[in-house]
């Protein structure tokens, strides 16, 4: 049951800037960090931004993270080919005491 | 560099219970701030968080499947472990394990994940 709601899908061209919402509530991105990942087609989900705006070893800075309230968004500037893929957002729910991830979108590079 | 790879019975019959195990290589399960976690995605659906273990043992859960889950870790064989009771055809999925960082009390996230594997119940 995902309790934060993304668009199905996105796309952009190559070079296009991508953003990908994330919206949730008090609980969950009203209170605590947002955390986003990325799977590529049958791959495990690869950690792409955590505490928000941060971004591991490796992970270029074409991604980047924002939170305003309740909702977050991912951007993805410099849209590249290897950016087609699924992106979920994650937070910890203070009520559930447990993460919940975002229901998924689906970037694909026209 | 650390590695996670899950293990377990690929078809499990309806009312049983799936059990999988994810083995830790390349560093210890007991050494550090980390939490063990589980995480499922039926086909072609999103991610579902199951639950997680702290090296200390102590446990969070999905309330919606808590009643059912139970993780644990072998420090022995530097392995967590997952159990689901009474499965339908529901829990049909791909099973994740991974490993959440904490450092000084900041969490970082899933950072190493294993490749999944995939459980079918059936009869």
């Known amino acids: 049951q995902s309790v934060l709601t993304q668009p199905p899908s996105a796309s952009g061209t190559p070079g296009q800037r991508v953003t990908i919402s994330c919206s949730g509530s008090s609980s969950n991105i009203g209170s605590n960090y947002v955390y986003w990942y990325q799977q590529l087609p049958g791959t495990a989900p690869k950690l792409l931004i955590y505490?928000?705006?941060q971004r591991p070893s490796g992970v270029p800075d074409r991604f980047s993270g924002s939170k305003s309230g309740t909702s977050a968004s991912l951007a993805i500037s410099g849209l590249r080919s290897e950016d087609e893929a699924d992106y979920y957002c994650?937070?910890?729910?203070?009520?559930?005491?447990?993460?919940?991830f975002g229901t998924g979108t689906k970037v694909t590079v026209l | 560099q650390v590695q996670l790879q899950e293990s377990g019975p690929g078809l499990v019959k309806p009312s049983q219970t799936l059990s999988l195990t994810c083995t830790v290589s390349g560093g210890s399960i007991s050494s550090g701030s980390y939490y063990w976690s589980w995480i499922r995605q039926p086909a072609g659906k999103g991610l579902e968080w199951i639950g997680r273990?702290?090296?200390?043992?102590?446990?969070n859960y999905n309330p919606s499947l808590k009643s059912r889950v139970t993780i644990s870790v072998d420090t022995s064989k530097n392995q967590f472990s997952l159990k689901l009771s009474s499965v339908t055809a529901a829990d049909t999925a791909v099973y994740y394990c991974?490993?959440?960082?904490?450092?000084?009390?900041?969490?970082?996230?899933?950072?190493?994940w294993g490749q999944g594997t995939t459980v079918t119940v059936s009869s």
């Open positions: 273990i702290y090296t200390s043992g102590s446990t």
């Open positions: 991974a490993r959440e960082t904490m450092v000084r009390g900041v969490i970082y996230g899933m950072d190493v």
């Open positions: 505490r928000m705006n």
């Open positions: 994650a937070a910890w729910d203070d009520s559930l005491s447990g993460y919940v």
